[in-house]
């Protein structure tokens, strides 16, 4: 089964508000995780990363905030404008696992109105 | 420095066909990896290739699909006798190294439709 999911499938803002995307993850030993931005059609693009010793980081308008104890992940866009509508997919590599590739979760479709 | 390039964008198959994927690193990368995705799902990790080495392919079918890396050209994803369920988005992956804090850059992807 997968062991990094989402928590809504869809997510609809205003222009200028808030976003507040979310992550759930099941290895406990994941050590590193990842936001990807997926447009239509087009292949995942990264936007912020962070290390399993760190619960927050933040980049230009978005901010990713990471709860080990309750293994929770998610990624906060400051206001969101037309072109962040698209699909966010949180990603995550397990520690001390050789050789593993990101995995991935189903993603969060954003769609932003004007 | 061109980014991840896969081609063709759009392959149409019909069943029983092979099908031959190809992604092109970024410049220095050796690492690859090529992902899976289905209509409205995440991706999923199909293999993980370095150079002329397949690392992991758990993700892989056991049958009718192959991946390779060699020494020198892209690296090729290639599924035979295709079937209907193989419709999908791949996607190829490279990057600098594996691990922590190494960032993944993503192709495009390669859109295969079976008829």
């Known amino acids: 089964g997968e062991s990094v999911g989402l928590h809504l499938p869809t997510l609809s803002v205003q222009e200028g508000d808030n976003s507040i995307i979310n992550c759930a993850y099941s290895n406990s030993a994941s050590d590193y995780f990842i936001w990807y931005k997926q447009e239509s059609g087009k292949g995942p693009q990264f936007i912020i990363d962070i290390r399993s010793n760190m619960d927050k980081r933040q980049g230009q308008r978005v901010t990713v905030l990471l709860n080990k104890t309750v293994k929770h992940l998610s990624l906060q866009i400051a206001a969101t404008q037309p072109g962040d509508s698209a699909v966010y997919f949180c990603a995550e590599i397990p520690l001390g696992v050789a050789g593993t590739a990101l995995i991935f979760g189903k993603g969060t479709t954003l769609s932003v109105s004007s | 420095n061109a980014g991840v390039m896969q081609n063709p964008r759009h392959l149409v198959r019909r069943r029983g066909q092979e099908a031959r994927l190809r992604c092109s690193p970024m410049k220095g990368h050796s690492h690859v990896y090529w992902y899976r995705q289905l209509p409205e799902e995440g991706l999923k990790f199909m293999v993980y290739?370095?150079?002329?080495?397949?690392?992991?392919e758990s993700g892989m079918p056991k049958e009718r699909f192959s991946a390779e890396f060699p020494k020198e050209g892209p690296s090729i994803l290639r599924i035979q006798q295709v079937v209907r369920g193989d419709s999908a988005a791949y996607f190829c992956?490279?990057?600098?190294?594996?691990?922590?804090?190494?960032?993944?850059?993503f192709g495009q992807g390669t859109r295969l439709t079976v008829v």
């Open positions: 290739l370095q150079k002329e080495n397949i690392i992991d």
């Open positions: 992956a490279s990057s600098l190294r594996l691990g922590v804090d190494t960032e993944a850059f």
